[in-house]
């Protein structure tokens, strides 16, 4: 059942109640899975599947979160940060890349571990090439998250990683692509 109430347009939107019931849904069905997730998660193997769930329910809540509540470029870099800085020091960077009507990306502020503290890159930079990016590619053509096979992120967090990168989508439309990044050795 979805709760709608009029804004000041006129157009209907989903109540604060519901978003805050729906969010609320979707991070205690992560934590139910990232337990479940630590009971099953076989020592000191990196790899193993169990160790990438735990990325992929992290950024999946954070997804549903971005689903829930308007996605502008005034707050975002906020966002990232706020999903980014709570997380282990598996997670080595996270940016939402927000999409144009032809599915370029404008604005993508990149959040990532710098020694002990937190940087900010803009990944939208032309010397980027963001566009051209297979983490950003694959899920905008596909419609699916997607895992990439481990890479060095030359321009962006200058290590070797793997990227999580999950397409947002509302009403229908991918508008964002979200990820999370974990270094590799």
Same mark, same amino acid.
């Given at each position: 059942m979805t709760i709608l109430k009029s804004t000041a347009s006129g157009v209907c939107a989903p109540s604060p109640i519901y978003r805050t019931k729906s969010l609320l849904r979707?991070?205690?069905?992560?934590?139910? *899975?990232? *337990?479940?997730?630590?009971?099953?998660k076989k020592e000191n193997d990196q790899d193993d599947l169990n160790s990438l769930l735990v990325y992929e329910v992290a950024l999946d809540a954070f997804v549903?979160? *971005?689903?829930?509540q308007p996605l502008d470029s005034a707050g975002l870099s906020n966002r990232v940060r706020d999903y980014l800085a709570p997380q282990?020091?598996?997670f080595f960077?996270?940016?939402v890349a927000l999409l144009d009507s032809t599915?370029?990306?404008?604005?993508?502020?990149?959040?990532?571990?710098?020694?002990?503290?937190l940087a900010l890159k803009n990944l939208a930079d032309p010397a980027y090439q963001i566009d051209e990016q297979e983490w950003l590619r694959r899920p905008i053509d596909s419609g699916y998250a997607i895992w990439t096979e481990p890479y060095f992120d030359a321009g962006g967090g200058e290590v070797w990683m793997r990227t999580r990168a999950v397409p947002v989508v509302i009403n229908s439309e991918i508008v964002a692509v979200a990820t999370t990044d974990v270094k590799v050795q």
């Open positions: 979707a991070m205690a069905y992560a934590v139910g *899975l990232l *337990l479940v997730v630590s009971a099953c549903a979160d *971005l689903q829930a282990s020091g598996s960077g996270a940016t599915r370029k990306v404008y604005y993508s502020p990149y959040w990532y571990r710098l020694n002990d503290i």
